[in-house]
Nanobody, 115 residues
Framework: QVQLVESGGGLVQPGGSLRLSCAVS????????MAWYRQGPGKQRELVAR???????NYADSVKGRFTISRDNAKNTVYLQMNSLKSEDTAVYYC?????????WGQGTQVTVSS
């Protein structure tokens, strides 16, 4: 059974930084394309950043230049470094893993950007 567990969320002031982690268990991380999604209050879930199994990345326009997705296959962990946070980044952030027809989700971690 593949499990994804996010951590690192919390309350941060505008302009601050957070690093989210997604620990994967039950499988080998290297075969998966990994992504971070988020769902803000009253909004639909949206893709934030994605990293392929070979390391290619892509980002939502709203986070380009501020967020960085990375993976450490040896630690079975994916990260999302978030800098210059804005109030509109407030959301529950979800980790996602995809391989062939298989897809897995974490339970989410809350990020709140507020002064």
């Amino acid at each position: 059974q593949v499990q994804l567990v996010e951590s690192g969320g919390g309350l941060v002031q505008p302009g601050g930084s957070l690093r989210l982690s997604c620990a994967v268990s039950g499988s080998i991380l290297s075969i998966y394309a990994m992504a971070w999604y988020r769902q803000g209050p009253g909004k639909q879930r949206e893709l934030v950043a994605r990293i392929g199994s070979l390391g290619m990345t892509n980002y939502a326009d709203s986070v380009k230049g501020r967020f960085t997705i990375s993976r450490d296959n040896a630690k079975n962990t994916v990260y999302l470094q978030m800098n210059s946070l804005k109030s509109e980044d407030t959301a529950v952030y979800y980790c996602n893993a995809q391989y062939a027809s298989r897809e897995y989700w974490g339970q989410g971690t809350q990020v709140t950007v507020s002064s």
